[in-house]
C-alpha cells in the first residue's frame, strides 16, 4: 500500500485480557518493526523482523509480548493477559532494511494503535 | 550500547523565533542521524538525516549538522511557524547487527501566534 496501516487505532481493554495489534507494511519493504511510545517515556523499541531472518526480539518486554509476521508481509503483535502498564500507543514502521542502499536506512511509521488497559 | 539524549520540553516559542533542540548521541561506529516529526494525531515521519560527520539535513527550513567531535545533531530552524507545532525526536541507526532506530524521548515544541 501507499503506506504503513495499523488496526485497530484505538484499543480499550480490560486488565488479563488478550488484545491483538496487526500492521501492514508499505509493499516492497522487507524490514518491520514494532515500537511503544509511552508518555513521557519516547520510542522504545520492541521487535524487527527482516525478510525469513529470525526476528530480532531483543526488546520485547516479557514473554506476555509476542509478534509474527506472515508471508513477509502482515505483522501482528499480540499482548497476552494485558496489564495496566501495558497502556501505549504501539507504533508500527517499514523500511528497505538491509537492502537500503545510497544511505540511511528510512522508516516509515504507521499512525499507531493506542492500546488503553483499565 | 546506542543512546540518544536530546533537550526535555516543552518547548514554547512565539512565531518567527528562533528554534534549537539539542541533541547529543552515544553509538558503536559510525552512525547514520535522524530527525524525526510527530505532528499531532500522526504517526512519526522523517524530517531530515545525515550519514556521516559534517553532512548538514535540511528540510522544510530545519537543519541539523553531524557532529562527530561533539557528538550531536542539533536542530534549528531559523523562524517557526504555528504549523511547526509538533513532537521532535532524535534518532540513530548505528549500522551494526540490528536495523533498528534508537531514538530519543522527543521534544514538544508549541509555536504561539
Known amino acids: 500500500g501507499a503506506g504503513v496501516s495499523q488496526s485497530p487505532s484505538n484499543k480499550v481493554t480490560e486488565k488479563g485480557k488478550d488484545v491483538e495489534l496487526r500492521c501492514d507494511p508499505i509493499s516492497g519493504h522487507t524490514a518491520l518493526y514494532w515500537y511503544r511510545q509511552s508518555l513521557g517515556q519516547g520510542l522504545e523499541f520492541l521487535i524487527y523482523?527482516?525478510?525469513?531472518?529470525?526476528?530480532?526480539k531483543s526488546g520485547l518486554p516479557s514473554d506476555r509480548f509476542s509478534a509474527e509476521r506472515t508471508g513477509g508481509s502482515v505483522s501482528t503483535l499480540t499482548i497476552q493477559r494485558t496489564q495496566q502498564e501495558d497502556s501505549a500507543v504501539y507504533l508500527c514502521?517499514?523500511?528497505?532494511?538491509?537492502?537500503?542502499?545510497?544511505?540511511?536506512?528510512?522508516?516509515?511509521f504507521g499512525a499507531g494503535s493506542r492500546l488503553t488497559v483499565l | 550500547g546506542d543512546s540518544v539524549t536530546q533537550m526535555e520540553g516543552p518547548v514554547t516559542l512565539s512565531e518567527e523565533a528562533f528554534l534549537t533542540i539539542n541533541c547529543t548521541y552515544t553509538a558503536t561506529g559510525y552512525p547514520s542521524l535522524f530527525w524525526y516529526v510527530q505532528y499531532p494525531g500522526e504517526g512519526l515521519q522523517l524530517l531530515l538525516k545525515?550519514?556521516?560527520?559534517?553532512d548538514k539535513g535540511s528540510n522544510k527550513g530545519f537543519e541539523a549538522t553531524y557532529r562527530k567531535e561533539t557528538t550531536s545533531f542539533h536542530l534549528e530552524k531559523g523562524s517557526v511557524q504555528v504549523s511547526d507545532s509538533a513532537v521532535y525526536f532524535c534518532a540513530l541507526h548505528s549500522g551494526a547487527g540490528s536495523y533498528q532506530l534508537t531514538f530519543g524521548k522527543g521534544t514538544k515544541l508549541s509555536v504561539i501566534p
Open positions: 523482523f527482516q525478510g525469513n531472518s529470525a526476528p530480532d
Open positions: 545525515a550519514t556521516k560527520a559534517d
Open positions: 514502521a517499514s523500511s528497505l532494511g538491509r537492502y537500503q542502499t545510497g544511505g540511511a536506512n528510512v522508516l516509515t
